[in-house]
């Protein structure tokens, strides 16, 4: 047979700047585009496998999974797929079919079809509505007591601590305070916060968190990252009867070749990235300044922001694309003749956007081609 031409080609990062949330964290590092073209074959890291996964000495997966596990301060951390591979798991491990859980009202919908395909019941915390779509402790507090009353027990409680809608920053210390009171274990999800800022789940008093290379971890993956406390490691990490070296829930091994490889070089770049985090969520907000210079721009969700994720109403250019020939794609097309990308074709009422890992003068350009395009349809 003769296959098609796929059209394999991508320079998207290359020559523009991306304003996709989705992408901005999963951009490699310079380590780490080394170890895609040395780890590209698959199963590339098995060269000196003994039967363990995490046990390989070359590459010291070992040694990646000791300091990944000091990064986030857990007990116990393997990789897995991604962060939704990560909730699977622990669902799957803790809860039987049937059994309900606790999910905040912001989670992404990747708990849910977690929660789903372990068939368990979910019961969510709401936010506290418009503008800001907060998940407060107050509330996470009434409807896991509530919850409990009414079921007897349950087993697991998830809290995102950066949705992917607003950029909302959670509570987390004070929810999982909340949850360890209860006596319900808590998964923090963590795929927009763990590789952008510093995570230390004994701090936070979670019991589980998960993380995503892709996502904000500057690793090709599929990766996520699936971390806990000593006293989950049992259960978790239960082996099989028949293969005796082989955890059940990862099913044998999980991440293998390239995705391991590229978060394992990457490491040392989050470990300095984390750090400088304040900066981070300084741009946002300068940005946000900047683009609320726009007549009838606004930042919805908490405010100020605290994540880099953020997220406009923008009725302005939603009328402007009501008049224009180009109808809804004006804005995407100007965006893009000033080689800015990532807001989504035919978006215009409102839009989801990042600078992460910008400069200031990139952040300043983009300001000022919004504010161009504004000024120059009113003429
Ligand atoms: C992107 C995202 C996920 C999915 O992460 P994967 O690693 O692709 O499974 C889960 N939760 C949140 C909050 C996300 O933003």
């Not at 996470?140 to 998830?158: H, P, Q, S």
């Not at 987390?172 to 952008?196: E, F, H, T, W």
């Not at 985090?277 to 100020?304: H, L, S, T, Y």
Request: aromatic fraction near 8%; hydrophobic fraction near 35%; proline fraction near 3%.
């Amino acid at each position: 047979m003769e296959c098609q031409n796929y059209g394999l080609t991508r320079s998207v990062e290359r020559e523009n700047l991306n304003l996709n949330p989705l992408q901005r964290g999963g951009v490699l590092s310079a380590a780490a585009r080394e170890a895609l073209y040395d780890f590209g074959d698959g199963y590339s890291v098995c060269d000196y496998c003994a039967g363990r996964l995490d046990e390989i000495a070359k590459p010291s997966i070992g040694g990646f999974l000791e300091d990944l596990a000091k990064f986030i301060n857990v007990d116990a951390v393997r990789t897995v797929h991604g962060a939704r591979e990560g909730k699977f798991a622990i669902m799957h491990a803790l809860c039987d079919k049937g059994d309900t859980i606790v999910v905040d009202g912001n989670a992404h919908y990747t708990t849910h079809l977690a929660a789903e395909r372990n068939s368990l019941n979910m019961v969510e915390i709401p936010n506290n509505g418009g503008p800001e779509f907060e998940i407060t402790p107050e509330k996470y507090r009434e409807v896991l007591e509530n919850a409990i009353d009414e079921k007897g027990e349950i087993k697991l409680a998830l809290l995102t601590h950066v949705d992917g809608n607003y950029g909302n920053l959670t509570d987390a210390k004070k929810i999982g305070k909340i949850c360890q009171d209860a006596g319900v274990p808590l998964v923090l999800n963590c795929a927009y916060s763990m590789g952008r800022l510093p995570i230390d789940a004994k701090e936070l008093n979670v019991d589980f968190v998960v993380g995503s290379g892709h996502k904000s971890m500057a690793a090709s993956g599929p990766i996520g990252v699936l971390g806990m406390k000593e006293e989950w490691a049992d259960k978790l990490l239960e082996r099989s009867s028949r293969h005796q070296k082989k955890e059940i829930e990862m099913l044998g091994c999980t991440s293998r070749g390239a995705p391991v490889a590229t978060l394992m070089a990457s490491l040392p770049h989050l470990v300095e990235r984390v750090s400088k985090w304040d900066d981070e969520v300084q741009k946002a907000r300068n940005f946000v300044e900047q683009m609320e210079e726009i007549d009838g721009v606004v930042q919805v969700g908490m405010r100020p922001t605290n994540h880099d994720l953020v997220r406009f109403e923008t009725p302005f250019f939603h009328e402007i694309a009501q008049n224009h020939p180009r109808r809804g794609f004006f804005l995407y097309e100007e965006l893009k003749k000033r080689k800015i990308v990532g807001i989504k074709r035919g978006q215009t009422e409102w839009f989801k956007c990042s600078a992460y890992g910008m400069t200031k003068e990139q952040v300043d350009y983009i300001a000022d081609s919004f504010k161009d395009i504004a000024e120059k349809a009113l003429d």
